[in-house]
């Protein structure tokens, strides 16, 4: 069954699948900063009411599928945890690995997920063995 949201005045069942990736595509997103970074951006959802429903951080890419309340749009969304994270992010790695301060690029990547939520979190769940076997097909 199709579960809806509501608000005063609305009923609602908002999803994205967003991309975003670290500042010129550096492979940046492991070990320590990965763990963190996944940390970061679940709490930084939760601040703004925004439901992460699935994520996944490869070292160069992070894929979410996110559940944004209508009140707020997508690009204040992915500003505000793009922003905000930067932030934190820089602040707990010390400038071990990221340099400058900027880490996100300016862009990114969303798509409305519609009825076909079940297809989007298995393609983000299993991201790693996607790109494996492109990777594969190109040596």
Known sequence: MHEWESLSHVRWDCKYHVVIVPKFRKRVLYGQVKKRTGEILRDLCRQRGV???????????????LRVPPKFSIAFVIGFLKGKSAVRIHRSAGNKRVTGLHFWSRGYCVSTVGLDEATIRKYIREQ????????SLFE
């Open 128 to 135: 790693e063995k996607h790109e494996n076997q492109q990777q």
């Open 51 to 65: 439901e992460l429903l699935e994520g996944h951080l490869m070292p160069d890419h992070v894929h979410m599928c």
